[in-house]
């Protein structure tokens, strides 16, 4: 059975297609811009809001402990790091609405329950590398501002691993029509 090359490239481009809309799901850039309006409004309004706050290291990774020094892995080395990025926007979610309850800020009651489902949504096509992960409460405690910076950062970081995948995408079936 011979398989002719446009049938070869076409199922290629499915398969291409395909994990390029599960990544791409993990693509949220309005939720960065959520943030910042979230972060705009709470400079308005008094608050000593603490939230359990985890860091971007929890999200990226933690250097696996058998790893002695930086010149036992220098490049591309991802997969030597474990992470909790699925518990991390989990955590993230879970205190988003927090921020809701005890800051009362209803002009951006909406963006923030909106926020939060997205966290929820993202938290479910991560996967935890690590086995256990910390729980949200074991995380530090920090002010609203603190919180909500840390998170921008991590969303931003993902969008910038996730979103370029349709930049990839474009090229791909630019490449496949020429």
């Not at 309005?30 to 309004?45: K, Q, Y």
């Not at 008094?46 to 020094?69: F, H, M, R």
């Not at 809701?100 to 949504?121: C, G, N, P, Y």
């Amino acid at each position: 059975m011979i398989i002719h090359e446009d049938a070869l490239l076409s199922r290629i481009a499915d398969d291409f297609s395909s994990e390029m809309r599960q990544t791409e799901s993990q693509c949220s850039p309005e939720s960065v811009d959520m943030v910042n309006r979230i972060a705009a409004e709470l400079i308005l309004v008094e608050n000593d809001c603490l939230l359990y706050t985890p860091a971007l290291e929890d999200y990226e990774g933690k250097p696996v402990s058998s790893i002695t020094s930086a010149t036992d892995c220098t490049f591309f080395c991802a997969h030597l790091y474990q992470n909790c990025s699925s518990s991390t926007v989990t955590c993230f979610a879970l205190e988003v609405g927090v921020l809701l309850f005890e800051t009362q800020i209803h002009r951006v009651a909406v963006m923030i329950r909106q926020l939060q489902r997205i966290l929820q949504k993202l938290s479910k096509m991560l996967q935890d590398k690590l086995k256990t992960c910390p729980h949200c409460e074991l995380h530090g405690e920090k002010k609203a501002e603190t919180f909500l910076d840390v998170l921008h950062n991590i969303l931003q970081r993902m969008n910038a691993e996730q979103c370029t995948t349709k930049k990839i995408k474009r090229h791909f079936k630019k490449r496949l029509r020429s």
